[in-house]
């Protein structure tokens, strides 16, 4: 008999050529998958489904995968200890993991969970720096450094004006079969205590490098080349801009997955699948 | 002719055998009078005076220096450019210096500055992380991370009993014709949002692995292995107690460096010269 776990983690993305396993790189869902295989001591790897396929390079502070893994190697995960299975799953993965890999929670899944197409929306952060002075050496990983000062407040005007169910297929990359439609719940800027600035981004769904190519939209109104209502525009035009410069991936980190309470899970992950095939 | 300068900097300590300058070792003295050398095309490395010397792995974000430099190389910083010899000479800084170091700022030192001297207190910070779950991989060279749950409370109540003018000898290494005589300003420790607990340190000077002593002392009042009172009865042992265990370096950054007003400078470096002599 199998089980379905939910593993919250976190990683730092620099060292990993992305989430999703490849032969001959190294990857968190290969290195999870082996680190699950090795503690439940399973005889084939195993199989990961993940709330948000990042790409090399993207970190995750709040990502969500599930896993169906065999019940009895999971009750036998505390061994003579007095932990819960589930205790003894945190301990035992990060026994093994690395330390770019944090798991931060291993919980049994309820009915009809399904990391990927039960997620209401994922919410990401994108960090700038433009002030030298402010630059902290100890985050330059996940940081991305400018060389001109950023209006803030025109930054944040304009990436409102993207808020809304729209075809984002203007900042994304198009694949076959897959919708470039969604809605972004929230798109703000602000510029912290640190004077760092950071984008909060929030949709149903991300198509991909769309957080990264509504970022490399919304700078360029930073630097006074374009008008706060530029990115709205080029929303508009509804195909790729190559004025739109996907920004570099290590600004970029999944901080939050949001389901939806329990009786829900199973609608909600059979409604997304209608509606997309290859989401984010 | 010299004038003197003052550079503000922050560094990641991960890749660095410690500030002070030792041959074959890669020390952030180093690396900075290298760039500074390179910069302004001295025919010898400059020489550095700073505020903080910093051990193996310890991380700076308010590290400051001086030097003293050929005015006319230092004026020539700028070239064709309309910059400041100061912006010029943080944007070259910046071009030859690694990535793990920092250059915020570079301003001409008022009359009587001293990096090291003048300096009225010096602020650190401590991380330590308790909860598997609150851990952030991106900021795991800077966090120490602890098995057990900790009691901050108490651990807040007991530092704050460490505050004030001592003989700190319990908490240095001891070194020939250094006073241990500190006074200790600030000891307080609080649980940041991230859920990550943060020791705030100052004191006028600290004498060398002080605040990693101080911490700790601390530490084992959270994990409920001595009372609050304990860290200030090892402090009125004066001797250096075994079972006040020097906390991890990476966990440690210095924050802030503070002086006092231009006019006040010069009084402040004569005294802090007569009290001490081997001071951090």
């Known amino acids: 008999m199998t089980l379905r776990i939910r593993i919250d983690l976190g990683y730092d993305g620099t060292g990993f050529s992305g989430w999703a396993a490849q032969p001959g790189l190294r990857t968190v869902e290969g290195v999870l998958s082996e680190a699950l295989s090795t503690v439940l001591r399973a005889p084939e790897p195993v199989r990961l489904t993940v709330a948000g396929r990042?790409?090399?390079g993207v970190h995750a502070r709040g990502q969500v995968v599930h896993a169906d893994v065999d019940d009895s190697a999971f009750a036998r995960l505390p061994g003579r200890s007095d932990r819960s299975p589930e205790a003894?799953?945190?301990a035992r993965l990060s026994g093994v993991l690395p330390a770019?890999?944090?798991v931060r929670r291993v919980t049994?899944?309820?009915p009809g969970f399904d990391a990927r197409f039960s997620a209401l929306r994922r919410r990401y952060r994108y960090r700038v720096c433009d002030d030298p002075g402010a630059a902290d050496p100890l985050r330059r990983h996940e940081t991305v450094l400018v060389r001109d000062r950023l209006d803030i407040a025109a930054m944040d005007e304009?990436?409102?004006g993207l808020?809304?169910?729209h075809d984002f297929a203007a900042f994304c990359k198009r694949r076959e079969g897959a919708t470039t439609v969604r809605t972004l719940l929230e798109y703000a800027w602000r510029r912290g205590d640190d004077g760092v600035l950071e984008a909060t981004v929030v949709a149903d769904a991300f198509c991909h490098s769309m957080v990264r190519a509504l970022v490399g939209a919304v700078v360029p109104v930073g630097e006074g080349r374009h008008p706060a209502g530029w990115p709205a525009e080029v929303l508009?035009?509804?195909t790729r801009d190559p004025r739109v410069k996907v920004m570099p991936a290590h600004g970029l980190s999944l901080e939050e997955v949001v389901y939806p309470p329990e009786g829900e899970l199973a609608a909600r992950?059979?409604?997304?699948r209608a509606t997309r095939t290859l989401d984010r």
Do not use: Y
């Open 163 to 165: 808020v809304g169910l």
């Open 158 to 160: 304009s990436a409102r």
């Open 100 to 102: 770019d890999v944090v």
């Open 269 to 272: 992950a059979e409604q997304a």
């Open 54 to 56: 990042t790409d090399a």
């Open 108 to 110: 049994l899944a309820p």
């Open 88 to 90: 003894a799953a945190v």
């Open 236 to 238: 508009a035009g509804r």
